[in-house]
């Protein structure tokens, strides 16, 4: 008799004869996490530039402008992977492959997390929440070596503004997984997103709700939304985070483009399915639960953009030095999150 990994993450015996000291993965269950976990990337890659259209038009409506329609990021992405590239002959190995770098880690963090399922798949404990905030720091420091191997005098600028930002956000991001760690004993998320649900008074804890509000403005720091930066504007002395692909074209500047739309995506998941509640999620995984979960899980996506357009409609921009205040607000809520949870114990 072997073992056999099942659908639960749980070990299980089957009837199998695998060699003496080995674990046996059933065939079956490789391939359905497999499909599952194609799903998961087909769902991050095709729905991010959608949700980054409809954030767009929903700020331009609520300011009385017409703006463009939610479909034009797949219209920019198809129009700029028709254009040749322009690469500086100063330029490195770095500024080519870091479009590359920054389209890939969104998609591995994709594999960790449970995006459509409630359930974990293949690569569900390969790494947990601290390997998610590693590996989307890495597209984070490509993107500054990019900005300044390029030699463009506004790419250093926007590069170490935005390491500055990465800073400040850096321990509230380890504040909150302390404190999940605490609140759920793991920072796996398929097993942390279990915690809210049983008993059902732990959605409710003032643990949890810190930790939503905390991870929420980090959300917005992380990814360059008001009040730390306008990713709309055009100004390149006060940009931030936009200043830093100022040297990219063509299919380069495409990458670049759907891997911040995945990013945000990406950390959007994190917070409706792992922080907030797994509810919505496919139990099964047959392809009626998957088309439900997706559209369930798209429905809470659209939640996030309406507090991010409340917000970015209701702050300006914060000055640089003013970021601080900003970042530190977040720490005090994580930390205020943490101390609630050892003292609720």
């Not at 060699?19 to 799903?39: D, H, K, Q």
């Not at 990337?41 to 929903?58: E, H, N, R, T, Y």
């Not at 930002?165 to 321990?171: A, I, K, M, R, T």
Request: proline residues 6%.
């Amino acid at each position: 008799m072997g073992l056999a990994i099942g659908r639960s993450g749980m070990i299980a015996p089957t009837t199998a004869t695998p060699p003496v000291g080995a674990c046996y993965v059933s065939r079956s269950y490789m391939i359905e996490s497999a499909a599952l976990n194609l799903c998961q990337l087909a769902f991050v890659l095709g729905v991010s530039p959608l949700l980054a259209g409809i954030l767009q038009k929903s700020k331009e409506l609520v300011q009385s402008k017409r703006g463009p329609g939610i479909l034009q990021p797949y219209r920019d992405l198809r129009k700029l992977f028709a254009k040749d590239e322009a690469v500086s002959e100063q330029s490195s190995w770095i500024l080519v492959v870091t479009p590359y770098v920054i389209f890939v880690v969104p998609l591995i963090v994709t594999l960790l997390i449970p995006v459509l399922t409630d359930f974990p798949l293949f690569f569900a404990f390969v790494g947990d929440m601290l390997a998610v905030g590693f590996i989307l720091a890495m597209s984070g420091f490509f993107f500054s070596l990019a900005a300044i191997d390029a030699g463009n005098p506004y790419g250093p600028m926007g590069a170490s503004r935005t390491r500055m930002v990465g800073f400040l956000v850096e321990p509230v991001i380890i504040i909150v997984l302390f404190t999940v760690s605490f609140v759920a004993d793991s920072t796996i998320p398929y097993i942390v997103q279990q915690h809210w649900l049983r008993p059902p008074a732990n959605f409710f804890s003032a643990s949890h709700i810190l930790l939503i509000i905390a991870f929420f403005m980090v959300i917005l720091a992380e990814t360059g939304r008001i009040p730390v930066d306008n990713s709309s504007g055009h100004f390149e002395l006060a940009m931030i985070d936009e200043s830093k692909a100022l040297e990219f074209s063509g299919s380069s500047l495409a990458l670049v483009k759907w891997g911040g739309y995945m990013k945000f995506t990406v950390l959007a998941i994190v917070l409706v399915n792992v922080l907030t509640t797994p509810w919505g999620l496919a139990s099964l995984g047959t392809i009626p639960s998957m088309l439900l979960a997706s559209a369930l899980v798209f429905a809470k996506l659209l939640t996030v953009l309406v507090l991010i357009v409340i917000v970015e409609s209701s702050f300006s921009k914060l000055r640089l030095f003013r970021i601080t205040d900003f970042v530190g607000a977040a720490f005090i809520v994580s930390v205020t999150a943490m101390v609630t949870e050892l003292l609720g114990q």
